[in-house]
């Protein structure tokens, strides 16, 4: 009596390991989804800064009121970045030659990302079965009285 009920514990053990590797490698893309999600909102944060910097300064520099707001705040501003400009020229072949280096890398690196996963063989052995049978892990009627009888589907 004991014996086919182990048979269909074990059956129903084989039908439920792959469906908790699958349910870790969603735990894995959830949490790099999330991360990603993170670096972008902090982004946004530091663009709308600095947007709503460059709106108020333009504010205060057009309006003929705000002389004196201009004069203290606009123009040390402006000098500082002017001094920036005229230090990065004395350097600005190197400079521009490693900003070049740096963003072409990372475009190469970016693509050459995007080219790997789309020749994954795995993820497209994933996206056949999808497109092939619907979702694999749901059990048929066949499969449960497969499980009844003892019968293992392999």
Known sequence: MGLPYSKQIHAA????????????EVLQTTKNISILL?????????????????MLGLLITMNPDMERERQELVTP????????????DHIK???????LVVATGCVIGSLGG????????TLQEGLEEGVEGGDSNELTGEDIEAIKKGESKQ
């Open 77 to 88: 501003i402006m000098k500082w970045l002017a001094g920036l400009f005229i230090v990065l």
């Open 13 to 24: 053990f084989d039908q439920v390991t792959p469906l908790v590797a699958a349910g870790f």
């Open 114 to 121: 995007i080219w790997y996963t789309a020749r994954d063989p």
């Open 93 to 99: 072949k190197s400079a521009m030659v490693v900003v």
């Open 38 to 54: 993170a670096v972008i909102q902090v982004l946004t944060v530091v663009f709308l800064a600095m947007i709503l910097t460059a």
